[in-house]
């Protein structure tokens, strides 16, 4: 099953499933906010936190590219999200 933990941005409950490139979520391991899209970082206990301009600059440069297209996919799909529901909105005015 699962482990959902609150972003500490947005308190959406982020699931977490696995880390880049691991079968299940380690301390250290970086994930993104579905709903707003901030880089975290699994703590102790599967809690989060904000990773630090330090911590993203330490990442090699291949999960560093895995993270940024990760973010700019969630960014698309929230953006056809938000697109889709206002439509979805319109069409019920109008039936």
């Not at 609150?6 to 079968?23: D, F, I, K, R, W």
């Not at 391991?29 to 206990?45: A, E, F, K, Q, S």
């Not at 560093?64 to 529901?85: G, Q």
Request: with cysteine; charged share 25%; glycine share 4%.
């Amino acid at each position: 099953m699962p482990h959902e933990a609150p972003c500490p941005v947005c308190s959406y409950q982020v699931e977490l499933v696995s880390g880049l490139g691991a079968n299940k979520p380690e301390v250290g391991d970086y994930t993104i906010c579905y709903d707003c899209g901030v880089i975290l970082v699994i703590r102790p206990n599967l809690r989060l936190k904000i990773a630090t301009d330090d911590e993203l600059k330490s990442l090699p440069s291949t999960a560093m590219t895995k993270l940024l297209d990760v973010k700019k996919v969630d960014s698309i799909l929230r953006e056809f999200n938000e697109t889709n529901h206002k439509q979805n909105a319109i069409m019920n005015r109008a039936a």
